[in-house]
Structures are given as structure tokens and as C-alpha cells.
């Protein structure tokens, strides 16, 4: 594994295996599951032995396929007993907790440092859920924010010193992506004369997909061939219901297709085919979808949240557009409803500009990303972030062996 080859210092605190702890809530489908899933890969090998913890009493679809891969996952049943019990049989050394904080307490008593992993910007806590989080906060020993917006986010409302956030990207693996073979369009409903917009998200409010909705009514008017493309599965099935019925009362059903949750594989068939991608999320943190859409050099369309200032400069490779919120400190789990169910948001003449720009100029934009796939397979890709998170995990626990 090339993580493991290039980090032979990494355990040298201890003159063996670093034996590293990732616990999550679940491990079904999602980004932040697909980060935890690609980090317990990257990172075993000769210099960690990972244990992989999940929270609740299944596996889940990706919990599975590492399973079947022959690595160490245990479903503890949120059983605090069963988790205590695990830690000590495996003698771990460091945990990485990703948004979850459920049991840090076990892992206090063990004396077993913490890094903890922020995927977003936690809006929707209420105010219990943000003391309890802020306590448990204080006894983590560093932190990973995936993006820049993440760690200042959280730095500032929970009183984090700037010092132990470390801003590591997600990374993407691109070996189910490189061989895809592209399908004709007609295959899903679409004509080579279309422009294609390609979504990649669960359906859930802070994803926005009421607003691509607003934003494609208006644009359809003017440039009939807009096609908009939704791929995701549901997470929330009253907005889900939502968005299907404006489908069917404002007549858009001809202009737009949704697909499920599909395998990556297919994933980047459907990416392939596309024209532009977009992600007008209400709130984000470094999305994978993104990571994948440049690998095939889709120009974008972004809000400004999450990683969108971390891969769009000056609009070399994108467009993003204002949130329709003035400030993310101003969102909480009502506001965030009730934007992602206006029909007529504050960007929407913004979004409705960045496709039209899209539509109008496809050559220009394809010229201007057509070298996004190198920056994904040379920075962004898995194996650099599994080496900046062992990196870490082995100065905190060097770190608490002195203390």
C-alpha cells in the first residue's frame, strides 16, 4: 500500500504498529462513509492495524464490503460495555472519532488520545446537542476540518484554538472511475443536442434540490435543451416528497431525470455523460461528488460553502454562487427548512446566470478544466489524506506518550 510505504516513521513512537481505533455512527452510503471507508483501506498495512467501530448494530452497505475484504469491523449495538471491551482486546492506541462524539468518555477513561474529524458545518445542533458537543470537544486532543470554511466555522462557535485544527481535504480513490465506459445517452431519456447538469446528493434540505428546481423552471424558458440530472438516495422523505410533487404540479418531469443511489461504476457513467455539474448546497463540507465530477472535467457550479473556495479561484474551473443566507452563522435546522422550501430563493437569478454562462460557452469551460483530472489524481486523491491523517495520529500519540 503506498500510504504505508511512505510513512515508515509514522509508528515510530512506539516501535510497532500503530493501533488505530475510527469509530462512526454508520457505515452505509454517504461521503463522510466513503471517507471512513477509504481511510481504514489506505491505512492498513504494516505500520496501523485499524479497527473499524460502528456505532449502531449493522455494518451497512460499505461496512460490508470491508468486512468482505477481510478487515476488522465490529458493530458495538451502542453497547458502551461491548466498546470498552474491544478497545482493551485490540490495545488501541489513538481514536478517530468522525462526527460522532457518542462514548468519548470510554475512551477518556482509557487514556486513549482523540482526533476528532468535522465533515461540516454543524448548523443543525440544537442547543443541548451543542453543549453536550462542546464539552466533549474539550477532551479531544486535535482536529481535522476537511475544509478551510469547516475549521473557521468551527473554531468560532465552539471556542477551538486555530492551532489544533488541521485542514486535511477528502480524498478520492479514482480506480472504479478510470475504466468507466460511457453509455449512450438515450439510455436515460436524453438527446445528444441536451446540456445535461448533473446533481450528486441525498435528498435532504440542506442539498438544496427545491432550488435546481426553481433554477431550472426559469431556465428551460430560455434555453429549451437544459436538462438537469438528479443522483442520490433519500435521506429525508418528507423533503423527497416535496420535491416530487413541483415536479409533477410545474410540469418538469420532460426535463429532468432522478436516479437512486447507484455504485461508483455507474456513478462515473452518469458523470461522464454530463455537461456541467452543480451544487447549489445550502451548506457543505468537502464533497467527494465534487472531487469525482473533476475527474471527468466537468466544469461547476457551487455555493459558496464547504470546498468551494478551496478548488475555485477566480472562476478557473467554476462558478460560485452567494448563498442565499447572508452568513452561515445564521443558519440553524428552521432556517435551513425554510430556504430548502422557498420556490423563489434570494440566489435564485444568480444560479439561473451561472447555467445560462454554462449553456452558452460549453467549449470555453471544458478548455479551462481540461486538466482538473491531474489535480485530482496528484493532490486529492486518497492516498494524501490517509498520509496527513497518519501523520497525525502519530504526533498526538507521540505528543501523549510524553505527558
Known amino acids: 500500500m503506498a500510504v504505508a510505504g511512505r510513512s515508515q516513521h509514522m509508528a515510530k513512537v512506539l516501535d510497532r504498529p500503530l493501533r488505530l481505533a475510527i469509530l462512526v455512527d454508520s457505515l452505509d452510503k454517504g461521503g463522510l462513509e466513503q471517507v471512513v471507508y477509504n481511510l481504514v483501506r489506505s491505512l492498513s498495512g504494516s505500520h496501523f492495524i485499524v479497527t473499524l467501530i460502528i456505532c449502531s448494530g449493522d455494518f451497512g452497505y460499505l461496512g460490508n464490503k470491508l468486512v468482505s475484504d477481510g478487515h476488522d469491523v465490529v458493530a458495538v449495538g451502542n453497547d458502551k460495555g461491548r466498546l470498552q471491551a474491544i478497545l482493551q482486546e485490540r490495545k488501541i492506541d489513538v481514536a478517530n ?42 477532551n479531544m486532543s486535535a482536529f481535522i476540518a476537511v475544509s478551510s470554511q ?70 428551460i424558458t430560455i434555453k429549451p435543451n437544459a436538462r438537469l440530472l438528479l443522483v442520490g438516495n433519500v435521506l429525508d422523505l418528507e423533503y423527497h416528497a416535496f420535491v416530487m410533487e413541483r415536479i409533477r404540479d410545474e410540469g418538469l418531469a420532460a426535463c429532468l ?7 461508483r461504476q455507474e456513478l462515473a457513467r452518469l458523470l461522464g455523460m454530463a455537461d456541467c455539474f452543480l451544487l447549489p448546497s445550502l451548506q457543505e463540507g468537502w464533497s467527494n461528488a465534487i472531487m469525482e ?87 486529492l486523491n486518497v492516498e494524501q489524506m490517509a498520509h496527513r491523517y497518519g501523520q497525525l495520529f502519530s504526533k498526538v500519540l507521540s505528543m501523549h506518550e510524553c505527558k
Open 97 to 138: 472519532l468522525h462526527y460522532s462524539t457518542c462514548y468519548y468518555e470510554t475512551f477518556c477513561r482509557l487514556r486513549i488520545p482523540i482526533v476528532y474529524t468535522v465533515h461540516n458545518s454543524y448548523t443543525w445542533l440544537t442547543n443541548q446537542e451543542f453543549k453536550a458537543r462542546k464539552k466533549a470537544y474539550k
Open 150 to 219: 469547516v475549521k473557521e466555522y468551527f473554531r468560532q462557535r465552539f471556542s477551538i484554538a486555530a492551532e489544533s485544527i488541521e485542514v486535511i481535504p477528502n480524498g478520492i480513490d479514482v480506480s472504479d472511475l478510470a475504466d468507466a465506459k460511457l453509455p449512450m445517452r438515450q439510455k436515460y431519456g436524453f438527446l445528444e443536442s441536451d446540456f445535461i447538469f448533473v446533481n450528486v446528493s441525498s435528498f435532504t434540505p440542506t442539498k438544496f434540490q427545491g432550488g435546481m428546481l426553481s433554477a431550472l423552471k426559469e431556465l
Open 257 to 263: 431525470r432522478i436516479i437512486d443511489f447507484v455504485p
Open 293 to 379: 465530477a473533476m475527474y471527468f472535467g466537468l466544469p461547476l457550479i457551487l455555493s459558496d460553502t464547504g470546498s468551494a473556495r478551496d478548488l475555485i479561484k477566480e472562476n478557473d474551473i467554476g462558478i460560485i454562487v452567494p448563498n442565499p443566507y447572508p452568513s452561515i452563522n445564521t443558519l440553524n435546522s428552521q432556517r435551513i427548512k425554510m430556504i430548502a422550501y422557498d420556490k423563489r430563493p434570494a440566489n435564485l437569478e444568480s444560479m439561473v446566470k451561472a447555467m445560462m454562462e454554462m449553456i452558452e460557452n460549453p467549449e470555453q469551460w471544458r478548455r479551462k478544466c481540461s486538466n482538473t483530472r491531474n489535480k485530482i489524481i496528484g493532490d
